[in-house]
């Protein structure tokens, strides 16, 4: 139990989970051809707009090409990591049996190999979200988010660490995926992780040589500008992605979990935490889909193999859920839910946070200020009324 969860019965958690999987059934039953449309014509864009991004910076001594080109590259990069690629590898288009939709054979346009982050995000991350000793995404083990990480000297530069890793995400991404952490603990060898070095070695060679080398060759005077522009497109999508998954994960209200939260945990109790450790952010419909639809990270985090395009249709039905079973729906605009985050990230560079946070998070809830004052006043938190 947790302090949103406390006015709830096993039978109504029952009944909770119940209702979202009837959602879900009834979504994924009527995946059809409007669906397939959807992604192929979002392929069709992304494509051509690194195409356009490709020859344009064949030109870009000439500023206004160098501008343009690196602007659509960009575009096209986020639109393949966030709504194509990251949906792909989760299984959301494997109904459509494309072989060039599906997750066992795309590979994205990432340093990270799909099967190593099909690993440590797909299973790991889904799986054990926002549990402490399981879900390592919980600072990427560089950085201290939650109160309950025990604080290092090293987490007092933690603003800094956070702008150098937004800026190199991707690289950042692929070797946490490499759970190099195993070799320290003593449960791995170097020699056990060689295989998965030279693959992401591979993939990391293969993705300099076309963004840095190859195409900016093709310019030929234009080699260094085009590499260029070809940096500045990977740095745009670096910050973006890093921007979009930090909003849908670190929130101050967001919560964390202890591994005893895991025993026996039933159905409706993984649907339960994953909504609790998961936040939206609110916007256009552009927005959701260069987020990758994970804008609706809260939707997602229920239904990771669910097309992202549905994500928004059933916002309102989960928002629903949430306000009659008097449970938290953590959402609000971007500027908001960034801005919250770096503020935490600066909060827990130094020791403690535990009071300040639990505060926050309580008048979070529905009913939240009564629950804070009374943590002032008593000490404890009162229960809430069902």
């Keep these: 139990m947790t302090p949103s969860t406390e006015h709830l019965t096993a039978a109504d958690i029952d009944r909770l989970g119940t209702e979202l999987q009837a959602i879900r059934e009834r979504v994924m039953s009527s995946l059809g051809d409007d669906d397939a449309r959807y992604i192929r014509r979002v392929i069709r864009t992304q494509r051509g707009l690194e195409a356009a991004g490709r020859v344009l910076l064949l030109g870009a001594l000439f500023p206004p090409a160098f501008v343009a080109g690196t602007a659509s590259l960009a575009l096209a990069k986020i639109l393949e990591n966030m709504e194509i690629g990251h949906n792909v590898l989760h299984g959301q288009w494997d109904w459509m049996r494309d072989p060039e939709i599906h997750s066992t054979t795309w590979e994205w346009d990432h340093v990270s190999t799909a099967k190593s982050w099909q690993q440590t995000h797909n299973y790991l991350h889904h799986t054990y979200t926002n549990v402490h000793g399981k879900d390592r995404d919980i600072g990427y083990n560089v950085l201290r988010v939650d109160p309950d990480q025990p604080w290092h000297p090293l987490y007092l530069v933690q603003t800094v660490t956070n702008a150098g890793l937004a800026m190199i995400f991707e690289w950042g991404i692929a070797a946490f995926d490499l759970e190099l952490d195993e070799i320290q603990r003593g449960e791995k060898t170097w020699k056990d ?48 992605s890093h921007a979009v998954i930090f909003c849908g994960h670190f929130p101050v209200e967001v919560e964390t979990f202890s591994e005893e939260r895991l025993d026996n945990e039933s159905q409706a109790e993984w649907y339960v935490r994953q909504m609790l450790g998961s936040a939206n952010i609110e916007g256009s419909v552009l927005l959701h889909i260069m987020t990758g639809n994970l804008s609706h990270q809260i939707e997602h985090h229920l239904f990771p193999d669910m097309p992202s395009r549905r994500y928004r249709t059933i916002a309102p039905e989960i928002r629903d859920l949430c306000r009659r079973y008097g449970l938290p729906y953590h959402a609000g605009p971007m500027w908001k839910q960034y801005g919250g985050v770096l503020a935490k990230i600066a909060r827990l560079s130094f020791p403690g946070g535990h009071k300040t946070l639990s505060k926050r998070r309580l008048r979070a809830l529905p009913f939240g200020r009564r629950r804070a004052e009374s943590v002032g006043t008593q000490g404890a938190v009162a229960p809430a009324a069902a």
């Design 193 to 240: 992780k060689l295989p998965e070095l030279k693959a992401m070695g591979r993939k990391a060679g293969k993705q300099a040589l076309k963004d840095f080398v190859v195409f900016p060759a093709l310019s030929g005077p234009s080699f260094v500008p085009a590499a260029v522009g070809g940096l500045v497109a990977n740095l745009v999508r670096n910050i973006w």
